[in-house]
């Protein structure tokens, strides 16, 4: 897959606007990936689906996760259903090191569907940050450690 660009040259993931960025859009069908879907320093990003039960993202590789962020915060993410397995693995892994543009922050989660992973949504993994995440109409199924997990005291 292609790697995709949210702003400008000077600003790839939006991390110098939040105005800048192209929403991206996943059309009906199952997506497999064998390696996490990575995003560092987003800042007013817009991943959606047609569905939450229409766009299938899958990673296939055991323990492995479908999204991983470093940095995200006034972005959306909507419409899908992410599915993830074994031990350790993470459908959607929000976090931030404490290094580069944007911090974790404000982020939304809407008519996702999250399944058969250790963790749904892990939000604050590496201990920093993580506020303000809002969930509208979310579903989390068969995880083995817990559909949503705050990691750090910030995250709750």
């Known amino acids: 897959m292609p790697e995709h660009r949210y702003g400008t040259t000077g600003a790839p993931h939006g991390g110098g606007s939040a105005t800048s960025n192209r929403a991206v859009f996943f059309p009906n069908g199952s997506y497999k990936t064998t390696a996490p879907l990575t995003m560092r320093s987003l800042r007013g990003a817009h ?3 047609a569905g939450r039960f229409t766009t299938t993202i899958q990673n296939v ?17 909507e419409r ?3 599915i ?16 580069g543009s944007t911090a974790l922050q404000s ?9 058969a992973a250790a963790y749904g949504v892990r939000i604050g993994q590496s201990g920093f940050m993580g506020s303000e995440t809002l969930f509208e109409n979310c579903f989390f199924a068969n995880h083995t ?11 709750l």
């Open 145 to 155: 450690v817990a559909g949503l997990a705050t990691r750090n005291f910030n995250a």
């Open 84 to 99: 993830a397995n074994g031990a350790g693995s993470v459908c959607f892994d929000l976090d931030w090191d404490n290094t």
């Open 107 to 115: 982020n939304t989660f809407a008519d996702m569907f999250t399944q």
């Open 47 to 49: 991943l959606f689906g």
């Open 61 to 77: 590789t055991s323990g492995s996760s479908v999204f991983v962020t470093n940095g995200c915060e006034y972005s959306r993410f």
């Open 80 to 82: 899908m259903n992410l």
